[in-house]
């Protein structure tokens, strides 16, 4: 029997980076979060198999609290226990801490830029653009018939 993706050990420091790649990139709720796991955690870098990012969605969503956040540390945990599960909330919280915290302290000179919220406006579009391209992506993992389709 071969060594499978379950059987290697894939260094924290690679699997923290995808995490912080996946927090840059998702914005729009955890539908468009899922798709942007899909697409990097499953597609791009295989840490785990679209059916098992299926059943960690599912069991979150159930949950009390953000869905997003608790299936990236569960995906965290599952590739490297307890320590790198801490990380994972970390790397992935951490770079919308900093944005809004700046942002906070930012808003009065912004707001004086010409332009800046006229573009504001598109943001509303663009989060539902990512939404629509995430719930397709899962549909598409977890629909494999009719019946499943209706």
Known sequence: ???DRHDKRIPWSTFLKDVFICSLGSYGGPEAHFGVFTDQLVTKKKYLTEEELA??????IILPGPSSTQTIVAVGHKVGGQGLALLTMLAWSLPVLVLMTLLSFLIPFLGNITGFKEGLRYIGPMAVGFIFIAAFRIGKSVIKDK????
């Open 1 to 3: 029997m071969g060594m």
């Open 55 to 60: 059943e960690l969605i599912a069991l979150t």
């Open 147 to 150: 019946i499943t389709f209706l």
